[in-house]
């Protein structure tokens, strides 16, 4: 029997949460872990994508996706509804340098999510290139110290640096 370890509540985000891998492989995992109590009270899903689209209309996707993916017993109004509150939907371009996303806490005072964007990162990258790996990891680190300063990291940062001898 599988063992389930109990955790805080969290914001999970999902970047292209509105798309196919999205709709037909992540919700209904996550709609399950829900209906199996596995995911806290006020844990949240946002799900961010490129595409301008409202909350009633993604919810209206998602919720379509999981009637055609999940069997009869699973799928239920009242599950819905359950999973559905935990769901919001922001557009955006992730890409987009310096990008600012307002993402609403249910009734309180909004986060504001920022992007350091690929053109940043590219360009550290191209000043860096011909430097040890060491030093790349070290310096893609501390820009994003820099550029995050304000904020506690929210999770681990993990930097990968291969190079491509042709």
Not at 17 to 30: E, F, Q, S, T, V
Not at 141 to 150: G, Q
Request: glycine share 8%; net charge positive.
């Amino acid at each position: 029997m599988a063992k389930f370890i109990p955790v805080d509540i969290f914001d999970l985000v999902i970047f292209g949460g509105a798309g196919d891998l999205a709709l037909r492989k992540l919700m209904p995992a996550l709609y399950h872990r829900d209906l199996d109590g596995q995911l806290p009270a006020g844990s949240r899903i946002i799900s961010v994508g490129r595409r301008p689209m409202g909350r009633d209309d993604f919810l209206q996707k998602v919720g379509g996706s999981l009637k055609e993916r999940l069997c009869a017993t699973e799928y239920s109004a009242e599950l819905w509804e359950s999973f559905s509150r935990r769901l919001q939907y922001v557009a955006t371009d992730a890409m987009a340098q310096d990008r600012k996303v307002r993402v609403r806490a249910t009734g309180k005072v909004s986060r504001v999510l920022k992007f350091a964007g690929i053109d940043r990162l590219v360009e550290l990258a191209r000043t860096l290139r011909e430097r040890p790996a060491r030093e790349i990891v070290e310096g893609v680190l501390a820009d994003v110290e820099r550029f995050s300063a304000e904020a506690p990291p929210q999770d681990d940062r993990t930097v990968l640096v291969l190079r491509y001898p042709g």
